[in-house]
């Protein structure tokens, strides 16, 4: 027993890579994201999106800003690079004149003013920038220097300018890109979304579909149940009806044709002895005793008629259309000779058919009471010996 033991056990290793593999699936199962992870990294992900754009958009005002402020400095750089070629002017002139001397005294003054207003706008400035030194603020101070001061403010001022409308550039192509980002992000969530509804309603329509198909049939034989058989009645007689009214319309347009009423019929059956069936070979022999019958009914009608399980060993069959009674006859002693064939191949010997015939509009007129009607004629056959079938107003 030992060895035959050893033999039909799964060597260690096969056995350590098998739940390994196992391990490895459930992980992978686990690992895969589902709608709610896919939405929640989406919204993360516009989240964060949204907030660099925020950035962006606030460094470029900034930017814009600090070019705008350049443009003032510059703009009070050329006031003073004005005043000074003003001074170099009243310089050059040949005559020592006193008109001369008070009109360089007042350049000089003009020229100090202006770069005095110039390095206050640069103290000022939002960003960091080398201030003038207040000894070149000065009427006295030297021309050179001041040349010196105006053309290295003048240069500084002009690169900071520079780099920030770069800036700015970079800063609004940076906005551009993550527009269209988060416009595609916002279309695949929006692809998702619906994705996921169409998903949804699939799903909720395949559960409505088999839950309107639960409580339409029975479970067990698969038949359609009572509930079912009277929406299919109800609904063949309205046609039939109408389909009578019809005929009569066109009987009257042609005098030689004749109004051929459509009729429909129930066949009510009723199993005789199946009681025994259960109380002597158990509920499991009579469960497939009546799947058996079932398919056996199924089979023997058409397609276009409807066999029904009305509950327990009741059963009903509702014809759309025939023409005489001896059609209706023909169906019953094949519905009962379906029961005999069940019946022999499980090896009963106990099982047989009591079938009630009705039929709308002759002679029940109403079809709510076609059921009903089938039901009574079905008793009397029961009570005639069983094993037959009769009309509403006649025992075969």
Known sequence: MAPEAAKTSIPIPERTRSQRAARGRAFAIGLRPGPAVIAAAALVCLLIGLLYLAQQIRTIFSDQLKQEYSGLVLDAVDRAENAR???????????????????YRTARTELAQRLTSLAALVKASPSAAPHLPPSLLTPDADLRDTDALLNSVSAWWRAQRDADSADIRV????VAHMLIALAALLFCMLITALGMYAKRNRQLAGQSH???????????????????????LEEAAKKSSAMASSAMASSAMASSATAAPHKIAVLYIDLDGFKQVNDSL?????????????????????????????GGDEFAVLVRE????????????RLIACVVQTDKEIGNGLVRASIGIASFPDPVDDYHRLVAAAD????????????SYAFVDEVS
């Open 376 to 387: 009574e004629a079905m008793y009397r056959v029961k009570r005639s010996g069983k094993n």
């Open 322 to 333: 025939f023409s005489t009674n001896a059609e209706l006859g023909e169906i019953a002693r």
């Open 210 to 232: 088999e839950f309107e198909h639960a409580a339409l049939h029975d479970a067990m034989t698969g038949l359609p149940n009572r509930r079912k058989l009277f929406a299919t």
């Open 171 to 174: 800063r609004i192509a940076h």
């Open 85 to 103: 070629s003003l001074v170099g002017v009243w310089q050059q002139l040949p005559d020592a004149t006193a008109t001369r001397a008070a009109g």
């Open 282 to 310: 158990g509920h499991r022999v009579g469960d497939e005793f009546l799947i058996a019958v079932s398919k056996r009914f199924r089979v023997s009608v058409r397609k276009v008629d409807l066999v029904a399980r009305i």
